[in-house]
């Protein structure tokens, strides 16, 4: 389908751009949300008489988010959650979870503006992009960790998970003598009696 876009959509084109896309794609995405119109001889000239209002609320909506970004500066956030041993969490940290964050910072951000690829699952430092506007974007560090000092020396960039295997984390040690009779205890006795 032949459509005309209304705003800058990212992979597509900008403002004005006439380009087919595949049906679905713009019966259930790009139409509903007035991102395009339908490209045929009646939209083509209501969007030229229209393209300069069109092009200035565009700007005005540029300009606020490029307001909005300023404030979003070196913005970062800390999440604790509870994630086993190897630093796998129990659950995941979501789009939900990452706005209750921002907002609690202040930042005004709606749920289509993060754009998390997949749902993060285990602890770490990641960089989450925060899209504003579709020409304006920030990345926001997310902090996740399972206590709050351990979040501080992920911010401080130290690896949480490789510092604790390199720690001696092996807990019970076993005296080993490489002469051992097999079945035979640390202490020089022998196995369990059998039979």
Excluded: C, W
């Amino acid at each position: 389908m032949e459509i005309i876009l209304l705003e800058r959509v990212e992979k597509l084109g900008a403002i004005g751009d006439v380009v087919t896309v595949k049906d679905g794609f713009a019966r259930n995405f790009l139409l509903p949300r007035k991102k395009a119109m339908r490209a045929n001889e009646a939209n083509r000239k209501v969007f030229e008489a229209n393209r300069a209002r069109i092009e200035s609320d565009n700007a005005n909506r540029r300009g606020e988010a490029e307001a909005e970004a300023k404030t979003f500066k070196n913005a970062s956030v800390t999440l604790i959650r509870q994630a086993s041993n190897t630093g796998q969490m129990y659950g995941s940290v979501a789009v939900r979870d990452l706005i209750e964050a921002l907002v609690a910072d202040g930042h005004k951000v709606s749920k289509a503006a993060i754009v998390l690829d997949r749902p993060i699952k285990a602890i770490g430092v990641y960089d989450v992009k925060v899209s504003l506007h579709p020409e304006v974007s920030v990345t926001v560090k997310v902090n996740v960790a399972r206590s709050p000092e351990e979040a501080e020396m992920q911010a401080q960039g130290v690896d949480v998970m490789a510092s604790m295997y390199e720690r001696d984390e092996a807990g019970f040690v076993e005296d080993y003598d490489p002469n051992a009779e097999p079945g035979a205890t640390a202490d020089g006795g022998a196995g369990p009696a059998l039979g």
